[in-house]
């Protein structure tokens, strides 16, 4: 059904608009592939039109992605109880479900193409929403006598999102079911390789 002229024309509407295309395109091909004209024509808008909602392709990014980790987050924190192994394979199947881009892309990306103070801004998204329900996990195990001495729960947290990274990036085409993707996976980062 299309939608009305009048709602068309309602600046709300199109700032929602723009977001959900600049989403989509920026989660499927990563920020540099993504030109601001590109999105203007799919959202039928003229590009002095995007950029009177959004200044620039960078301001424009971080409040897409202010939207899509809240998106993430709430998943996150719908992870029930389980086993600290279960609770890790969760999450990893969250962020591999709900990022269709690779997110050391993502990083990478934002290192080359950002201004510093954007840079700062997208680092504290990344950490609140990636990083820090991770660091909870490897403190819940440091608390409890399961992390090695020589290991930091950031360290760990950090290993975890890499290897995650590494494992999304092998894929040539994302499996149907994240059930059971990342049980290898989190066992060897639990447990590493050497036998008990």
């Not at 009305?4 to 509407?13: A, F, G, I, L």
């Not at 050391?104 to 840079?119: A, P």
């Amino acid at each position: 059904m299309a939608r009305s002229q009048s709602t068309r024309k309602d600046p709300e509407w199109t700032r929602s608009e723009i977001l959900r295309v600049a989403e989509h395109l920026f989660m499927e091909k990563g920020y540099r592939a993504v030109t601001t004209r590109e999105i203007a024509a799919k959202c039928n808008i003229t590009q002095p039109a995007l950029y009177y909602h959004y200044s620039d392709k960078q301001s424009l990014y971080i409040a897409m992605l202010e939207k899509f980790v809240t998106n993430i987050q709430k998943e996150l924190d719908g992870i029930g109880d389980g086993t600290i192994q279960q609770r890790l394979e969760a999450m990893l199947e969250v962020l591999s479900a709900e990022h269709p881009t690779s997110i050391m892309m993502m990083v990478h990306d934002i290192l080359v193409e950002f201004k510093e103070e954007n840079r700062m801004r997208v680092y504290a998204l990344w950490k609140g929403t990636y990083l820090d329900p991770f660091i909870k996990v490897f403190e819940e195990m440091q608390r409890e006598g399961m992390l090695r001495d020589s290991i930091q729960p950031e360290d760990a947290a950090r290993f975890c999102l890499l290897t995650m990274g590494q494992t999304m990036s092998q894929w040539k085409e994302k499996p149907k079911s994240l059930s059971g993707q990342y049980t290898l996976l989190v066992d060897l980062i639990l447990h590493g390789t050497k036998k008990a």
